[in-house]
């Protein structure tokens, strides 16, 4: 599917977001064309002139919102900018595509809402893990296989990082630290398949020595009827099979390790038409445990799906720009993650269950 006119594209940001997340999967869909790249600082060996010289350059985000060449915006600058650079781009008459984590408040992300509601313009939020390939097998499973009632929901994003992170990632500003960052994909995935949680038990750390002002660490507890779902990022978490989903009901059990490949091998250098791009190795499948009908308990590998990777998200958008079809991601949904973190930030404070307006 391509509009007869492809929808011309403005990345603000040209970190690891744009290069990784985004700009390989627009350039592989004729729905859409990199029309601008804003990039304040170039260096030698990082220049988007240099590696993108079909496409208008622009050293400030203000140029590239005016830029009547470009039809959608992508802000992939740190969350303390969102609401700032968003609005712009909405009252602009751009679409807008917003890195999560959406906004620091519940509050921003509602006046973004309504912003872009006012303006008639499509916005949406890049939680893109929806996409991974563990995710939506999960999905499949729970729909198709018999774990019975879950009691249980275990989701991890684990991994052995000692050092704090470099730049503006590795300083406590709003919007910032694990939970926002990691645990925003987390909680994501969790009311995408659950809804909303009735109460909420936070519980943020600083894992690593000597401590920095960066909450690298965190516990959240998302309480409904008659399940909890516990939602885990660590940076201390020296393992060579990290834990990524462990799921529990009341007649079998689930448990797979390791990330959705996408992003180590796009850095590697893999291209998207690769026949391995995004597709586990059986090695990785997860692990199936039920009961046979000869009341044995049995282990079986659960056979990951072919992957739709993050393209997923970009042909969801095309067609929302199109009017045919919703948004790939809800701005609302993605409001709601932000509160729950909110909430889950002023527990740990407290050190108290709170409920779920």
């Not at 990691?182 to 750390?205: A, C, E």
């Amino acid at each position: 599917m391509a509009a007869l006119n492809p929808f011309r594209v403005g990345m603000i940001g040209y970190g690891l977001s744009a290069k990784i997340f985004h700009i390989p999967y627009i350039q592989a869909i004729p729905s859409f064309k990199l029309q601008a790249i804003c990039q304040r600082n170039p260096s030698n060996d990082d220049d988007a002139a240099k590696d993108h010289p079909d496409v208008t350059i622009h050293r400030t985000p203000e140029e590239l919102i005016k830029d009547s060449e470009v039809d959608v915006v992508i802000i992939g600058t740190p969350p303390v900018t969102h609401l700032t650079l968003t609005k712009q781009a909405l009252e602009a008459g751009k679409h807008v595509v917003v890195e999560k984590p959406f906004c620091p408040t519940a509050a921003e992300c509602d006046e973004l809402i309504k912003c872009a509601k006012d303006n008639d313009k499509v916005l949406t939020v890049f939680q893109n893990r929806r996409w991974d390939t563990d995710f939506l097998t999960l999905v499949e499973l729970l729909r198709h296989e018999s774990l019975g009632r879950i009691v249980e929901f275990e989701t991890h994003f684990d991994r052995w990082s000692p050092h704090a992170p470099q730049g503006w990632k590795g300083d406590q500003n709003p919007g910032q630290g694990v939970v926002y960052d990691l645990g925003s994909h987390l909680i994501d995935q969790v009311v995408n398949l659950f809804g909303m949680p009735k109460k909420i038990t936070g519980f943020i750390h600083r894992q690593r020595q000597p401590p920095t002002d960066l909450e690298d660490s965190c516990t959240v507890l998302l309480h409904y009827n008659g399940m909890l779902a516990i939602v885990k990022a660590s940076v201390m978490s020296l393992q060579l099979k990290q834990l990524r989903f462990k799921v529990r009901g009341d007649s079998g059990g689930y448990k797979k390790y390791h990330l959705d490949p996408q992003e180590p091998q796009l850095k590697a250098g893999m291209k998207l038409d690769h026949p391995h791009f995004g597709r586990e190795p059986e090695e990785d499948y997860g692990i199936l445990t039920v009961v046979d009908k000869d009341k044995e308990i049995v282990e079986r590998r659960y056979p990951s799906l072919d992957p739709v990777t993050y393209l997923g998200f970009y042909k969801s958008l095309a067609s929302a720009l199109l009017g045919q079809s919703p948004v790939p991601v809800e701005a609302k949904d993605a409001r709601d993650v932000i509160y729950l973190i909110e909430l889950a930030r002023k527990s740990a404070q407290e050190g108290r269950t709170l409920d779920v307006e």
